[in-house]
Protein backbone atom coordinates (compact mmCIF):
# COMPACT_ATOMS: atom_id res chain seq x y z
CA UNK A 1 0.00 0.00 0.00
CA UNK A 2 2.85 2.49 1.09
CA UNK A 3 4.40 1.89 -2.38
CA UNK A 4 1.13 2.51 -4.56
CA UNK A 5 1.03 5.66 -2.64
CA UNK A 6 4.52 6.81 -3.44
CA UNK A 7 3.97 5.99 -6.59
CA UNK A 8 0.87 7.91 -7.18
CA UNK A 9 2.49 10.79 -5.37
CA UNK A 10 5.70 10.66 -7.79
CA UNK A 11 3.20 10.72 -10.94
CA UNK A 12 1.21 13.90 -9.22
CA UNK A 13 4.45 15.80 -8.75
CA UNK A 14 6.22 14.58 -12.01
CA UNK A 15 2.72 15.61 -13.97
CA UNK A 16 2.66 19.00 -12.52
CA UNK A 17 6.58 19.92 -13.36
CA UNK A 18 6.08 18.67 -16.84
CA UNK A 19 3.40 21.13 -17.61
CA UNK A 20 4.48 23.95 -15.44
CA UNK A 21 8.11 23.77 -17.67
CA UNK A 22 5.89 23.26 -21.01
CA UNK A 23 4.48 26.54 -19.87
CA UNK A 24 8.14 28.31 -19.47
CA UNK A 25 9.61 26.66 -22.14
CA UNK A 26 7.07 28.45 -24.44
CA UNK A 27 7.43 31.58 -22.24
CA UNK A 28 11.38 31.38 -22.73
CA UNK A 29 11.15 31.06 -26.47
CA UNK A 30 8.43 33.69 -26.64
CA UNK A 31 10.30 36.06 -24.95
CA UNK A 32 8.50 36.61 -21.72
CA UNK A 33 10.93 35.68 -19.51
CA UNK A 34 13.95 37.73 -18.91
CA UNK A 35 17.38 35.89 -19.29
CA UNK A 36 19.73 35.62 -16.13
CA UNK A 37 22.67 36.34 -18.28
CA UNK A 38 21.61 38.64 -20.93
CA UNK A 39 24.63 40.05 -21.89
CA UNK A 40 25.71 36.52 -22.78
CA UNK A 41 25.50 34.80 -26.70
CA UNK A 42 21.90 34.28 -27.22
CA UNK A 43 22.96 30.68 -27.82
CA UNK A 44 24.21 30.17 -24.03
CA UNK A 45 20.92 32.27 -22.20
CA UNK A 46 19.90 30.86 -19.17
CA UNK A 47 16.33 30.85 -17.49
CA UNK A 48 14.55 30.84 -14.12
CA UNK A 49 10.56 30.50 -14.02
CA UNK A 50 8.55 29.03 -11.06
CA UNK A 51 11.49 27.25 -9.69
CA UNK A 52 12.21 25.90 -12.91
CA UNK A 53 15.79 26.50 -14.90
CA UNK A 54 15.80 26.67 -18.32
CA UNK A 55 18.30 26.30 -21.20
CA UNK A 56 18.26 25.79 -24.77
CA UNK A 57 19.17 23.06 -26.77
CA UNK A 58 22.52 24.62 -28.77
CA UNK A 59 26.58 23.24 -28.81
CA UNK A 60 26.70 26.55 -26.53
CA UNK A 61 31.12 25.69 -26.07
CA UNK A 62 31.45 23.99 -29.43
CA UNK A 63 31.87 20.73 -27.97
CA UNK A 64 30.12 18.84 -29.99
CA UNK A 65 31.58 20.80 -33.66
CA UNK A 66 33.24 17.53 -34.90
CA UNK A 67 29.94 16.10 -34.55
CA UNK A 68 27.32 18.08 -36.07
CA UNK A 69 27.37 21.15 -33.63
CA UNK A 70 23.62 22.13 -33.26
CA UNK A 71 22.35 18.63 -34.09
CA UNK A 72 24.37 16.32 -32.02
CA UNK A 73 23.73 19.02 -29.37
CA UNK A 74 20.22 18.96 -29.83
CA UNK A 75 20.41 14.80 -29.67
CA UNK A 76 22.48 14.19 -26.69
CA UNK A 77 19.95 16.21 -24.67
CA UNK A 78 17.62 13.30 -25.37
CA UNK A 79 20.46 11.13 -24.25
CA UNK A 80 20.88 12.85 -20.85
CA UNK A 81 17.36 12.80 -20.68
CA UNK A 82 17.59 8.76 -21.26
CA UNK A 83 20.24 8.13 -18.35
CA UNK A 84 18.06 10.07 -16.07
CA UNK A 85 14.98 8.10 -16.57
CA UNK A 86 17.53 4.93 -16.07
CA UNK A 87 18.39 6.21 -12.94
CA UNK A 88 14.97 6.73 -11.80
CA UNK A 89 13.92 3.51 -13.03
CA UNK A 90 16.57 1.60 -10.42
CA UNK A 91 14.26 3.48 -7.52
CA UNK A 92 17.51 3.18 -5.20
CA UNK A 93 16.90 4.67 -1.31
CA UNK A 94 19.50 7.86 -1.79
CA UNK A 95 19.43 8.05 -5.10
CA UNK A 96 17.88 11.28 -6.08
CA UNK A 97 17.81 13.21 -9.85
CA UNK A 98 16.56 16.58 -11.12
CA UNK A 99 13.65 16.75 -12.52
CA UNK A 100 14.18 17.55 -16.17
CA UNK A 101 11.86 18.14 -19.13
CA UNK A 102 12.44 18.46 -23.06
CA UNK A 103 10.16 20.96 -24.56
CA UNK A 104 10.63 21.37 -28.08
CA UNK A 105 8.74 24.55 -29.36
CA UNK A 106 9.01 26.61 -32.16
CA UNK A 107 12.29 25.24 -33.87
CA UNK A 108 13.79 25.50 -30.47
CA UNK A 109 14.37 22.74 -27.74
CA UNK A 110 14.65 23.69 -24.34
CA UNK A 111 15.47 21.72 -21.18
CA UNK A 112 13.84 22.40 -17.65
CA UNK A 113 15.26 21.48 -14.15
CA UNK A 114 14.00 21.75 -11.37
CA UNK A 115 16.53 23.31 -8.94
CA UNK A 116 18.47 22.67 -6.08
CA UNK A 117 18.24 24.62 -3.18
CA UNK A 118 20.62 27.34 -2.88
CA UNK A 119 23.17 26.45 -6.02
CA UNK A 120 22.09 30.27 -7.76
CA UNK A 121 23.02 32.01 -4.29
Known sequence: HE???????IFRVTCDFVA??????QAVVDG????LNAADDKKSRMFLWNNIFF???FDMKDHYGAFG???????????????ISLYQSL???GLHTLGTVIVDYRGYRV???SIISGILS
Open 69 to 83: GDSAAYAAIAGDLRG
Open 32 to 35: NIPP
Open 55 to 57: SLG
Open 111 to 113: VGQ
Open 91 to 93: DTD
Open 20 to 25: MAIKGA
Open 3 to 9: KIVRDRT
